[in-house]
C-alpha cells in the first residue's frame, strides 16, 4: 500500500464474522463488516472513508434512483496457502469504470484511487476472504448519482462506494441456456459496453420469463435481427468451435469482460487460434448438430467458467458434451485457479498483493 490516498478509517464495534456461516454462502447476501465510501462535489473526489457496514441516508430526490446514473463493477480477491491476498487485475476494473462512468456522464475516477481504495478494504476485511475451492471474497465497487434534483441532467454531485462479501460458486451445474430473440438486452449507439445498473433492470423481465421456462440463462442476440450471439446473462460467450476460440467483438453492446480477456490470453499462450468477430447464433446451432462446437462457457468474474449444458433455439434443444470431458474450459479454470490461489507462478502478473 501507498500512502497518498488519506483515508479515514473507523472500525466496527462489533465484527459479524464470528456469527457468519462460511459453509453455506449465497451470492451478494452476506457483507463484510466494513465499507467504502468517497463523495464527489464542486470537480473533485473528497471524503474518503472506510466505515461500518451499514444503511446510507439519502434525498429521496437523488438522479441515481429516478434515471439511473449508476454503474457497478464485480472484482474478486483471493488468500492464498501461505495467507497472502490478492485482487485479481483490479486495474482492468478500474479502466471500465472510466469508460462507464465517461457514457453516463459522471465523473472519472483516478485509476490509482479505485484500486488503493479496494486494496484498503480488503486489508481491514482480509479475515473475510474465505479460503476453500472456489470461494473468493467478492468485491463490489458502484458509483451513483446523488443530486437531489427532478430535472434530466447529469448530477453535479456522486456518491462511490465499494462493498465487499464471501462468496461461494455462483453456479453450480451445466447450464440449460436459450437463445433470446424477441427481447433485446444493447443495440448499436447505447450503452452495453458500460456496467451501468439499467443494463440489469431491463433483462430481468426475460431472464425470468426464461427460468419460469425452465433455462438458467439467455443467451443474448443483437438487437437488429437477432443474428448474432452477444452475451450470456451477464458473463461473455465464448465457444471452442472447430478447434479455435470464438467469441463476440467487445464493441459497443458488449461487456468487455476481464474474464474473457484472461481467458483469450490463456489461449493465445496455448497456441489456440482466438478469433473476436460476429458469431451468427446458425454457426453456432450448425456446431452443436456437427460435433464441432466441443465448448460453450460463460466467462465472468462472479460466474467464472460457466459450462453450458445445452441451448435452446427455435423450438430445439441441442445438447452439449459432458462438461467434465471438455479439454479447454476445464484447463482453463484450472489454470486461473491455480493462478488465483496462488498455486502457480502468477508470470502475467494478475494478481495485485495486498
Ligand atoms: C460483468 C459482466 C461480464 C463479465 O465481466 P468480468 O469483467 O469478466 O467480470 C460480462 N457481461 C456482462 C453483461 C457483465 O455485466
Not at 464493441?251 to 481467458?263: A, E, M, P, W
Amino acid at each position: 500500500m501507498t500512502d497518498t490516498l488519506d483515508i479515514q478509517i473507523t472500525k466496527t464495534s462489533h465484527s459479524r464474522l464470528q456469527e457468519t456461516d462460511f459453509d453455506n454462502l449465497p451470492f451478494g447476501k452476506i457483507f463484510s463488516d466494513h465499507m467504502f465510501v468517497a463523495d464527489y462535489a464542486d470537480g473533485e473526489w473528497k471524503n474518503f472513508q472506510i466505515v461500518p457496514y451499514g444503511d446510507i441516508s439519502l434525498s429521496p430526490a437523488i438522479s441515481a434512483l429516478h434515471y439511473g446514473q449508476a454503474f457497478f463493477e464485480g472484482i474478486k480477491a483471493y488468500k492464498h496457502e501461505d495467507g497472502k491476498v490478492v485482487i485479481f487485475r483490479p486495474n482492468k476494473n478500474a479502466e471500465r469504470a472510466n469508460k462507464s462512468a465517461e457514457r453516463l456522464c459522471m465523473p472519472e475516477l483516478p485509476e490509482d484511487i479505485f484500486v488503493q481504495s479496494i486494496a484498503a478494504l480488503v486489508d481491514i476485511d482480509r479475515d473475510w476472504i474465505p479460503t476453500k475451492a472456489n470461494h473468493a471474497l467478492y468485491i463490489r465497487p458502484f458509483m451513483f448519482a446523488t443530486d437531489a434534483f427532478l430535472g434530466v441532467q447529469a448530477s453535479t454531485t456522486y456518491k462511490f462506494m465499494i462493498l465487499t462479501g464471501p462468496v461461494g460458486p455462483y453456479f453450480s451445474k451445466a447450464l440449460r441456456v436459450k437463445i433470446e430473440s424477441y427481447y433485446t438486452r444493447a443495440a448499436q449507439g447505447g450503452m452495453g459496453f458500460a456496467k451501468a445498473a439499467g443494463n440489469y433492470a431491463s433483462t430481468m423481465m426475460p431472464a425470468k420469463k426464461a427460468v419460469e421456462d425452465g433455462f438458467d440463462q439467455i443467451i443474448w442476440t443483437d438487437g437488429s435481427h437477432h443474428e448474432f450471439i452477444e452475451e450470456m446473462g451477464a458473463a461473455n460467450a465464448m465457444f471452442i468451435l472447430d478447434g479455435k476460440l470464438v467469441t463476440p467483438v467487445a464493441g459497443d453492446t458488449i461487456l468487455n469482460g476481464v474474464t474473457r480477456d484472461t481467458v483469450i490470453k490463456l489461449a493465445e499462450a496455448w497456441g489456440i487460434p482466438v478469433e473476436q468477430r460476429n458469431v451468427a447464433v446458425a454457426e453456432i446451432i450448425e456446431g452443436a448438430k456437427s460435433g464441432k462446437l466441443t465448448d460453450a462457457f460463460g466467462a465472468g468474474t462472479a460466474a467464472t467458467i460457466a459450462p453450458v449444458g445445452s441451448i435452446y433455439y427455435n423450438g430445439e434443444e441441442y445438447t452439449l458434451s459432458d462438461p467434465a470431458t471438455r479439454e479447454f474450459s476445464q484447463k482453463v479454470l484450472k489454470t486461473l485457479d491455480d493462478i488465483r490461489y496462488g498455486r502457480i507462478e502468477d508470470t502475467y502478473g494478475w494478481n495485485y498483493v495486498v
